[in-house]
T-cell receptor, first 114, second 115 residues
Framework: AQTVTQSQPEMSVQEAETVTLSCTYDTSESDYYLFWYKQPPSRQMILVIRQEAYKQQNATENRFSVNFQKAAKSFSLKISDSQLGDAAMYFCAYRSYNTDKLIFGTGTRLQVFP | EAQVTQNPRYLITVTGKKLTVTCSQNMNHEYMSWYRQDPGLGLRQIYYSMNVEVTDKGDVPEGYKVSRKEKRNFPLILESPSPNQTSLYFC??????????????FGPGTRLTVL
């Protein structure tokens, strides 16, 4: 069975600085998707970025980028130029190629200080 | 506006009193799922449905039922709620057209408290 591990329960960053959130996963599959979701205090789940395992190029969405290391089964999220609105819980998630189930990590709470 | 709606958003009930949390999506998505979110555990899938009349168990199905009689609706039923079902519940939907990489759309969540 696949598992997703987020080893940082909490992180903090100064506004305008860069922060990296860690995620590792365990799977025996070769084809899968990885996601980072943001959950602000409103509790809405917001997709931040996704990565297809067959793509070697790391995904980027504006200030958000990932470092995908398939052999190491690592999928970290880098937030550049952090903003106060980035403060939230961040979840890493895995999905197999042929299912609808998302497997989530336990989350990292990010605080952003002015 | 494309969205997934859930009702109610907040519910406090007592042990054993049957309840239903509704979920509806207006995007004609085939896939729908229910998740529960608990502190320190992330989100876990309860049930999912790949289309009308097709449902299957996720990781934590005990104590829950679902039905998919219409494509847009996927209600979650708790026949006899217990305090360990106190949680934050999310419904999600996804389109399979275009491949498996389509993102999941999440509803706003339902905060359930069982006394």
């Amino acid at each position: 069975a696949q598992t997703v591990t987020q080893s940082q329960p909490e992180m903090s960053v100064q506004e305008a600085e860069t922060v990296t959130l860690s995620c590792t996963y365990d799977t025996s599959e070769s084809d899968y998707y990885l996601f980072w979701y943001k959950q602000p205090p409103s509790r809405q789940m917001i997709l931040v970025i996704r990565q297809e395992a067959y793509k070697q190029q790391n995904a980027t969405e504006n200030r958000f980028s990932v470092n995908f290391q398939k052999a190491a089964k690592s999928f970290s999220l880098k937030i550049s130029d952090s903003q106060l609105g980035d403060a939230a819980m961040y979840f890493c998630a895995y999905r197999s190629y042929n299912t609808d189930k998302l497997i989530f990590g336990t989350g990292t709470r990010l605080q952003v200080f002015p | 506006e494309a969205q997934v709606t859930q009702n109610p958003r907040y519910l406090i009930t007592v042990t054993g009193k049957k309840l239903t949390v509704t979920c509806s999506q207006n995007m004609n998505h085939e896939y729908m799922s229910w998740y529960r979110q608990d502190p320190g555990l992330g989100l876990r899938q309860i049930y999912y449905s790949m289309n009308v009349e097709v449902t299957d168990k996720g990781d934590v199905p005990e104590g829950y039922k679902v039905s998919r009689k219409e494509k847009r609706n996927f209600p979650l039923i708790l026949e006899s709620p217990s305090p360990n079902q106190t949680s934050l519940y999310f419904c999600a939907s996804r389109d399979i057209i275009g491949g498996f990489d389509n993102e999941q759309f999440f509803g706003p969540g339902t905060r359930l408290t069982v006394l």
